[in-house]
């Protein structure tokens, strides 16, 4: 090849940075003219980190760990694992494992934190662990009496399995229905809005396949003779990990990272540049128009929500254009909570600044709040926090949808109601928030229902473009990790490159092997 081909990629998130760079590297801008189109001013999509007064806050909460080789060494090239202890490793005489050579998080800021995983469900105003598991600790959290119904409804399940045609059936037939009551039902509905009865399996099936109770217990018997020091972990279930990698001050850090790095060889990136029209002819896309004009290219990448996508393309046949016009995602809040301390204790072995809980996030079961998730800041990094020692940096999670009630409240109403509804399940005193901001996130989930059942009509559709490909979880609406996101991206590019099927893209996350089940 000698011409240039050009390439349009359409959004700034992990799959489109990820194309960016798989397109350029090694010297592949010498081949490929590369152009992403960013709607917003921020690199990283929903894993951007959002700054606030000194703070950081991880939209969503984003674990740096995959299964695949070739995702882990893609983050490790970025920003290479600390070589020495992080500040609050340091004070509190916690080993971690260290890469020989690597950077010093007390010195450098280009560097990938080595971080413990601890996540548990809040329920009754006790922890129990996440996923459930029929640990000493439940049966005592329980009391004899549920414990007696689970274990009665775990049998039962395991010898009459329901046919896996909702999410619903999906978790009863992996822990019975009395635990799927207690703490599946009321969660997954805040999410969702909807009940897992009405909710498509293919949501478990992507996220949580390799799971049940007999995989947790088993995890956790195993646990005690399991290295400590392994940060691959590729014989664990993605869900019950116990380390993962973290950039030193956010997701967002390393994507503003591998964004210039694009820039340094030649990509460009473009902001303020949301696609507003896709013009089709003849089995191709031949450009895509946003404020600033018409961008013509030989390949098109789109990471935009699919719903959008085909809105913007021109001839769709009607039946394509009402499912995807019907496609339902969920929206997103977080509200940022800054306290001096939390009420809640910790009564753990984990050591902690502040001896706070030790938790990346927890799970809200409380069925009289409507506040899904808590994510602690503090533990995802203490350079997340301005003062680690001293605060606490909190995140409460929302799920809404853009235009109801939670959406449409003003920021400083939504913020008393968070605060309170945290002070009301006992985690905080209202009057300790020394601080708060409020943050809205559209279409952060594709969801598994409504016209979603017609989906594959969708994307037949748009895999008949021989020269477009969708990928990320918007691109392919398809709750995706961020590394299942990264792996679409991969596989467009070598489809471009070595002439592979455009159905490969479409594979990841549903072929076995980039199941959590591995």
Known sequence: MTDKQSVVIIGGGPAGLTAAWELIKDGGADKYDV????????????????????????????????????????????????????????????????????????KEDRVMLVRTRV???????????????????????????????????????????????NLANFYINRFGKPLYEMFFEDYTEKVWGVNPSNISADWGAQRV?????????????KKPFMKKNDVDQKNVETSLI???????????????TLAHEVQSLGGEIRFGEKV?????????????????????????????????????????????????????????????????????????????LGNIVPDCWIYVQERDVRLGRLQIFNNWSPYMVKDPEHTVWIGLEYFCNEGDDMWNTPDDEFIEFAKNELEHIGVIDSADVMDAVRVRIKKAYPAYFGSYEHFDKVK???????????????????????????LTAMEAVD????????????????????????
């Open 35 to 106: 152009t992403v189109l960013e709607g917003t001013r921020e690199f990283g999509g929903i894993s951007r980190t959002v700054k606030h007064n000194g703070n950081r806050m991880d939209i969503g909460g984003h674990r740096f760990f995959s299964k695949n080789d070739e995702v882990m060494d893609f983050w490790k090239q970025h920003m290479p694992i600390q070589g020495a202890p992080a500040f609050d490793d340091k004070i509190l005489g916690r080993e971690k494992p260290l890469e020989k050579g690597g950077p010093d998080p007390e």
């Open 495 to 518: 489809s471009i490159k070595n002439g592979t099927s455009h159905e490969a893209v479409w594979e990841v996350n549903t072929e076995k092997e980039y199941h959590e089940k591995k």
């Open 242 to 256: 116990e380390q993962f990698i973290y950039p030193k001050k956010g997701p967002g850090q390393f994507w503003e």
């Open 460 to 486: 037949d559709y748009l895999s008949g473009f021989e020269n477009l490909f969708c990928i990320g979880r918007n691109g392919q609406h398809r709750y995706n990790n961020m590394d299942h996101s990264m």
């Open 276 to 352: 507003e029209g896709i013009k089709t002819e003849n089995g191709r896309v031949v450009g895509v128009t946003t404020p600033s004009g018409t961008h013509t290219a030989d390949w098109f990448f789109s990471s935009m929500p699919v719903k959008d996508l085909v809105e913007g393309m021109n001839d769709v046949p009607a039946e394509v254009h009402d499912i995807a016009a019907a496609l339902p995602y969920r929206d997103f809040i977080t509200v940022g909570l800054l306290v001096d301390k939390l009420k809640i204790k910790n009564t753990t072995k984990t050591k902690t």
């Open 209 to 221: 396949k390799g799971l049940s109770l007999m995989k947790a217990l088993g995890a956790m018997l």
């Open 119 to 165: 996540s548990r469900i809040y329920f009754l105003k006790k922890f129990f662990a996440y996923p459930i598991t029929m640990s000493g600790e439940t049966l005592k959290n329980m009391g004899f009496a549920n414990t007696m119904k689970a274990g009665f409804g775990y049998v039962w399940s395991a010898i009459f399995k329901k046919k896996e045609d």
